[in-house]
């Protein structure tokens, strides 16, 4: 019989509960694999609140355990556990601390891998194989918006936002608080930390991060979003995630890529506003997600774009 490179359940568990594979779950939120980077954004979660460090903890291993178990390939990589991650955190951006949030954590944990399953089947069918969408944060968006809608009994009212005194103060917190929202935290700290972690881990990716929160916040108050609503980094996180993945990740770096990662944060503000304006429910990353397919499809038809 021909041996095969198919690791056994009990050698992805064992891989799976490696620290440098929940460093990097942590991590791939944002396209890297870092431990360092993980760590950062681990302390950046801590810097938020220990609770909520400990629910995306949770969340982070129930995800990866469990595509570890399914025979998921990329284990090690940190790529069965960022979505884990995030649901953690919106878990607690939902439920707190209290005692419902833990089991609904593992559960959606569970859930991610799963539904990371699907998609990745489902952009390998020959309709979309061609042009290589990755599932991205999908998973998590839509285990979360299930989570959300079935746990309205369980639901906590969150804090009141902070008061800034005008645009400029906003905009200038915006910069740091639009990197920290994409894990549902708003915190100049905790953005800070981030960001850190973003340019050791390379300095294009903190360089294009820092690229899609300017452009971002820039584009929401064009668009009228609220200063507190901007400065909070609720109008111009997607767009951060959205500058990242264009210019340097599901692009080659070049300056074509950079210019269309622009363009592609102005369009990621507008598809925010329009999700916002629809619903009252958490949109999550949609925002970043619905643009950042449509944009690598039609990326597929410009000769100086090209996938790495």
């Known amino acids: 019989m021909a041996a095969t490179n198919t690791p056994s359940p009990t050698a992805g568990v064992r891989a799976a509960l490696d620290v440098r594979s929940l460093s990097d779950g ?43 178990v399914m025979g998921a390939q990329d284990v090690r990589l940190g790529m069965q556990g960022f979505c884990g991650a995030l649901l953690g955190a919106a878990v607690y ?46 998973p998590f968006c839509v285990v979360a918006g299930i989570m959300h809608a079935t746990t309205t009994g369980l639901q906590v009212r969150s804090p009141a936002v902070h008061v800034v005194e005008d645009a400029g103060a ?23 930390l981030i960001l850190l972690g973003l340019f050791v881990a390379s300095w294009k990716v903190g360089l294009a991060a820092v690229m899609g929160s300017a ?20 109008a111009g996180y997607s767009g951060v995630l959205t500058a990242i993945a ?29 999700l916002n304006d629809a619903t009252d429910a958490p949109h999550y990353t949609w925002p970043y ?3 950042t397919w449509v944009l690598l499809i039609i990326a597929t038809g410009i000769r ?5």
């Open 26 to 68: 942590l991590s791939q939120i944002f396209f890297q694999r870092n431990v360092w980077t993980g760590l950062l954004i681990l302390l950046a979660f801590l810097v938020a609140d220990w609770r909520m460090a400990l629910l995306v903890v949770i969340g982070t291993v129930a995800a990866t355990v469990t595509g570890a």
């Open 93 to 138: 951006t939902a439920l707190g601390s209290q005692g419902w949030a833990y089991p609904i954590a593992v559960l959606g944990g569970i859930l991610c891998a799963p539904v990371t399953r699907f998609f990745v089947w489902l952009f390998a069918t020959r309709p979309l194989a061609r042009f290589a969408l990755p599932a991205t944060t999908a």
């Open 170 to 192: 906003a905009y200038l917190q915006s910069l740091l608080t639009n990197v920290s929202e994409v894990v549902l935290i708003s915190s100049v700290w905790s953005g800070a």
């Open 215 to 234: 452009v971002g916040s820039l584009c929401a108050l064009a668009l009228g979003w609220a200063d507190a609503d901007v400065a909070e980094g609720l």
């Open 246 to 274: 264009l210019s340097v990740v599901f692009l080659r770096s070049t300056v074509a890529s950079w210019l269309y990662a622009v363009l592609g944060t102005a369009v990621t503000a507008v598809v925010t506003l329009a």
């Open 289 to 291: 997600i619905l643009t």
């Open 304 to 308: 100086p774009l090209r996938r790495p």
